[in-house]
Structure formats: C-alpha cells, structure tokens
C-alpha cells in the first residue's frame, strides 16, 4: 500500500507562485513514475505534470507549460509542483498520484495509468 499526502495548496493572487508536495509513505514509490492532476468545480480531473522514476523524463499539458515545474526527491520519497505566473483558471484541487509504471522514462498523461490517489490540496487563484 502507499499513502501520498499533498501540501503546500492556498490562495494566492493572480501572478503568484505557491510550491505543492506530494509525500509518499508505506512503500517507496521512487522507481515508479508520478504525476499530478488537478479537478476545478463543475470539470472532470485533468492532467498537469507527469515525471518519471528518475526524473529524467516530465510532461506537461501545454496549460501549464511554461509556468509549472514538476521535480522528485527519490531519498525523501518525495514530489513537487512549483507553479509560477498562476492564473485564476488554475484554481482547482490538485492530486498527485502513482503511475503503475515502474523502471520507465515514458511518463504518462491519463488517470487510468495510476493506481494510488492522495486527498487533494485546494488551489484557489483570486484575479
């Protein structure tokens, strides 16, 4: 079992930058690839950011990229999110989550491919 926590959400103005973790605990989840989505009222989830086991290899949704930056700390079994230029239409509730990959550097970008959820965090962007 893995349990992934996300920290870091809050309300920030239009412009800003906030920096998301996503701690891993139960099993180490450093060969296994990762990413974040995120879900706005009223939508269903969306991809964001996806990285592989080594970090190596990201991917983007072209909303964020550019502004967003997805990175890991193996030895602390831990994911990031730095999310600069926000803008009110990425105010959302933001997942990460563990892909079911393993050992690979082709990152993936829809939810079917991942197997453990954390709780969210809300990320709310005033204009």
């Known amino acids: 079992q893995v349990q992934l926590v996300e920290s870091g959400g809050g309300l920030v103005q239009a412009g800003g930058s906030l920096r998301l973790s996503c701690a891993a605990s139960?099993?180490?989840?450093?060969?296994?690839?990762m990413g974040w989505f995120r879900q706005a009222p009223g939508k269903e989830r969306e991809f964001v950011a996806a990285?592989?086991?080594?970090?190596?290899?990201?991917g983007y949704a072209d909303s964020v990229k550019g502004r967003f930056t997805i990175s890991r700390d193996n030895a602390k079994n831990t994911m990031y999110l730095q999310m600069n230029s926000l803008k009110p239409e990425d105010t959302a509730v933001y997942y990460c989550?563990?892909?079911?990959?393993?050992?690979?550097?082709?990152?993936?970008?829809?939810?079917?491919?991942?197997?453990?959820w954390g709780q969210g965090t809300q990320v709310t962007v005033s204009s």
């Open positions: 139960g099993r180490t989840t450093s060969r296994y690839n």
């Open positions: 989550a563990k892909a079911k990959d393993y050992y690979s550097e082709y990152v993936r970008t829809t939810a079917y491919d991942y197997d453990y």
């Open positions: 990285i592989s086991w080594s970090g190596d290899s990201t």
